[in-house]
């Protein structure tokens, strides 16, 4: 007959799976970022064929995986993750378009997926800014909960000014190149891309990258420190 798990047993299992989730995260976001980037723009990456990036997005789909095991009772935790959880999928799913779209850039459907990519990846953010928000707030540090909040807020709305701009360029796309005003937007537009992906995307990752880094110290203290205090 099999022992009962004890209390105590259940919450280091899920906090151990919760800082996995939060490593696999911390990991996941340079890497989808770097080879999203690179399939789209170079060849480096042409030899692996789709692997890299479907391998990068499942990195973060793993990871929100492993945090529905941390206060199952919660219902808004829960609720919180499984939406993350759902657009990570679902870049999950169009990850390959990028690979398709570099090789054959005017087939539609693969320009259209792409697009969708960048503003679904823009959203997953967004959620998962507000992933951290929520489990910030059931950990026992008053000023952890502080910070995240504060981060958070302002990384949110970095992002939603970064997928309204992404929502006018697909706008500006659309425009017939004749109209001399869309047409010198969208001439600018191609050819500052990068550094717009840089000044727009890179910050909100690396303040992202940085609160799971902490909330993660802050777990792994709460654990080897006074564990019963997440209790």
């Given at each position: 007959?099999s ?8 919450l ?33 990456l ?23 095991y ?35 850039p005017?087939?539609?459907l ?21 992933t951290?928000?929520r ?14 909040r ?11 000014l ?12 659309q ?18 891309n ?10 909100p ?27």
């Amino acid at each position: 007959m099999s022992e009962v798990e004890s209390p105590n047993t259940a919450l280091m299992r899920s906090l151990g799976r919760l800082v996995r989730g939060l490593s696999a995260l911390f990991w996941g976001l340079p890497i989808a970022l770097v080879v999203g980037v690179q399939t789209a723009k170079t060849d480096w990456l042409a030899p692996f064929g789709i692997f890299p990036m479907v391998a990068a997005n499942f990195i973060l789909f793993f990871g929100l995986t492993q945090l529905e095991y941390f206060r199952t009772q919660e219902r808004i935790w829960i609720l919180t993750v499984d939406k993350t959880k759902l657009l990570a999928l679902i870049n999950l799913g169009l990850s390959p378009f990028v690979c398709w779209w570099h090789k054959l850039p005017h087939v539609p459907l693969f320009a259209w997926s792409v697009g969708l990519l960048t503003l679904t990846s823009i959203i997953f953010l967004i959620y998962l800014n507000f992933t951290l928000q929520r489990l910030a707030a059931m950990l026992p540090d008053e000023t952890m909960r502080y910070e995240t909040r504060l981060f958070t807020s302002l990384n949110c709305s970095v992002l939603v000014l970064t997928l309204l701009f992404f929502t006018l360029i697909l706008i500006i796309f659309q425009l017939d190149p004749t109209i001399r005003f869309g047409f010198s937007l969208r001439f600018l537009l191609e050819r500052m891309n990068l550094w717009l992906l840089v000044l727009l995307v890179l910050l909100p990752v690396a303040t992202t990258m940085a609160l799971i880094w902490k909330i993660k110290e802050t777990i792994l203290n709460s654990i080897f420190g006074s564990g019963a205090s997440l209790l």
